[in-house]
């Protein structure tokens, strides 16, 4: 049953610390997508990756968060030092990059930052 | 404002109801129209997908692009308790990016049963 797998599945944390949230897309999928969804903004694109290049950074806050690819298998997003304002929902999502188009989402990972 | 502007609800409908869910965009290089549905604490998954304008038939399921008002919406007939969901629409300019999809805030539904 292939899926995309998303650790950890809840972090609390305190303000300024590091959080590190990591993903395993679907075996042969080239493309990566880390989203964060909250109440107020809905689904926000933070980062996007084709062949773990990355091709679109522009919705992430680069002062303090950062999105990696050090092999097909993982993807991580990093955020340093963390804000109450953080708190989310993040999901990281991958697809075949043609066809549909279709995205498989993770079952995310819920921050929370005091 | 946003590209894409989603009906907010929450919509809240007894079993067996039509339901009509809407978004609207302003993008015109918008060519592919998606619903996801999510269900609570859990990632969206695919539902629907249509190319251009039309219509798109799935079981209960009906997925309706007008471009020339940049007006999608997805019916559901015979609404089920087990479709009470958030549904988001998402949208984008090609295939090739498809995944770097626009997101509608989405629309909480319940069916009652």
């Known amino acids: 049953d292939a899926r995309v797998t998303q650790t950890p599945r809840h972090k609390v944390t305190e303000m300024g610390q590091e959080v590190t949230m990591r993903c395993q897309p679907i075996?042969?999928?080239?493309?990566v997508f880390w989203y964060r969804q909250t109440m107020m903004q809905g689904l926000e694109l933070l980062a996007y990756?084709?062949?773990?290049?990355?091709?679109?950074d522009s919705g992430m806050p680069k002062d303090r968060f950062s999105a990696e690819m050090p092999d097909a298998t993982l993807a991580t997003l990093k955020i340093q030092p963390s804000e109450p304002r953080d708190s989310a929902v993040y999901f990281c999502?991958?697809?075949?990059?043609f066809g549909t188009g279709e995205l498989f989402f993770g079952e995310g990972s819920r921050l929370t930052v005091l | 404002q946003k590209e894409v502007e989603q009906d907010p609800g929450p919509l809240s409908v007894p079993e067996g109801a039509i339901v009509s869910l809407n978004c609207t965009y302003s993008n015109s290089a918008f060519q592919y129209f998606m619903w996801y549905r999510q269900y609570s604490r859990k990632g969206p998954e695919l539902l629907m997908y249509?190319?251009?304008?039309g219509n798109k038939e799935d079981g209960r399921f009906t997925a309706q692009v007008d471009k020339s008002s940049k007006y999608i919406s997805l019916f559901i007939r015979d609404s089920q308790p087990s479709d009470s969901a958030t549904y988001l629409c998402?949208?984008?300019?090609?295939?090739?990016?498809?995944?770097?999809?626009?997101f509608g805030d989405g629309t909480t539904l319940t069916v009652k049963p």
């Open positions: 999502a991958s697809g075949s990059g």
């Open positions: 998402a949208m984008s300019p090609t295939n090739t990016n498809a995944g770097k999809s626009t």
């Open positions: 075996l042969g999928h080239n493309t």
């Open positions: 990756f084709r062949n773990r290049a990355p091709l679109d």
């Open positions: 249509t190319y251009s304008s």
